[in-house]
């Protein structure tokens, strides 16, 4: 077997899409184009500049993609620990059209500043602000001032700005709710924004936004960048909740698992052999998209099978019969993978590895 697994042999062959080994993660390249360049779009067209999660799709790949569709690369979460600031700095020593790192705290504005010194290149800081679920940033206003001041007056450091990210706005079903929700912490952001400035630091970046509030932020004129990741795959809870107030979601569904039926026995439903260790389980049960009668539904059914449900009256699909499934959190179940299977309509085109899976 290669490194890229026992489907390497198909890639090529009309109608390999539908003779994969199985539990097998799916890109639709043509969906995850369009993505890519329907965010760019908007991005141009409201006068901001992306800045992308590569969290969600861990791919060198992708992340190419998306760096020829216009934006750079920001590390959202800190960095602190020697060998991750050595990974860095080292990151940074290559050409690159921007690269960007947050701090939160004055320790490792240090570090980072020490580092980047001894390798003889200033790095560019924003100070992240905790504005979402508090798991990083700055606590409060006065500590933001404090450590923006910081990084002014630290050599081997740029202040670039501010990053606040809002996560815990991103997934709210109800499109209403979500815009006036996003609106009011932006208005607190631009006080906070303003108050830097009339104290003489200069703050070009305001860093923020996400998949789910990407088309209600820009309204504030607050933020200079939109931190998406997500757009470019879609699941199961965004899609859901970005349908809200919209004929259909504003980006394609580009990622699925692929699974088969290996037990056929049961009244009413069908054992596949995707199970917990293909999907992510910190948000709703996977949705059918493929391969399976009308109203059918997916429910986990332990480690490595699933239990697809069957309607009352539907046929039942054939020992296996390959089902897609959208995944349920597009990040976490992506770590879960070594390599993506890239196809374009039903042929497998390429794999990709999922190259920082794991704890890389």
Same mark, same amino acid.
């Given at each position: ?68 569709? $216009? ?78 001041? %910081? ?23 109800? #499109?209403? %709710?979500?815009?006036? #929700?996003?609106?009011?912490?932006? %208005? ?36 200079? %960048? ?13 899609? #859901? ?84 499934? /959208? ?14 299977? /890239?196809?374009? $309509? ?15």
């Amino acid at each position: 077997m290669t490194a890229l697994g026992p489907n390497a042999r198909l890639i090529g062959k009309p109608g390999s899409r539908a003779a994969l080994d199985t539990p097998a993660l799916l890109v639709d390249r043509d969906a995850l184009e369009r993505n890519i360049a329907a965010m760019a779009a908007h991005a141009r067209a409201v006068g901001v500049v992306l800045r992308p999660h590569a969290k969600t799709h861990k791919s060198a790949r992708i992340a190419q993609l998306q760096v020829e569709a $216009g934006p750079g690369v920001h590390i959202t979460s800190p960095q602190v620990t020697e060998p991750k600031i050595a990974r860095l700095i080292a990151l940074h020593a290559r050409p690159h059209d921007g690269l960007s790192i947050v701090v939160d705290h004055p320790g490792n504005l240090a570090a980072l500043a020490r580092a980047a010194r001894q390798a003889g290149k200033p790095l560019d800081v924003l100070v992240d602000f905790s504005a979402g679920h508090g798991r990083t940033g700055c606590a409060d206003e006065a500590s933001l001032a404090s450590l923006a001041r %910081e990084a002014v007056n630290t050599d081997g450091i740029t202040l670039r700005g501010i990053q606040s990210y809002s996560g815990n706005l991103q997934h709210i079903p109800m #499109r209403d %709710e979500r815009r006036s #929700r996003a609106l009011a912490q932006l %208005e607190r952001l631009r006080g906070m924004v303003t108050r830097l400035r009339d104290a003489g630091i200069d703050v070009p970046i305001v860093s923020g936004a996400g998949t789910g509030t990407f088309d209600l932020d820009p309204a504030a004129h607050v933020f200079t %960048e939109l931190q998406v990741g997500s757009y470019v795959f879609m699941d199961v809870d965004y899609l #859901r909740a970005m349908k809200d107030g919209r004929n259909a979601p504003p980006f394609e569904t580009a990622l699925f698992v692929a699974t088969a039926v290996v037990s056929a026995n049961a009244p009413g439903y069908v054992t596949t052999d995707g199970g917990l260790k293909c999907f992510a389980t910190d948000g709703p049960a996977p949705d059918v998209a493929r391969g399976a009668p009308p109203g059918s539904r997916y429910e986990f059914f332990g480690d490595e099978h699933g239990k697809l449900i069957l309607a009352p009256g539907a046929p039942r699909p054939p020992l296996g019969a390959m089902i897609e499934c /959208v995944t349920p959190h597009c990040d976490p179940t992506v770590n879960l993978h070594d390599v993506y299977h /890239v196809v374009s $309509g039903d042929t497998l085109v390429e794999i990709w590895p999922v190259d920082a899976r794991g704890r890389r």
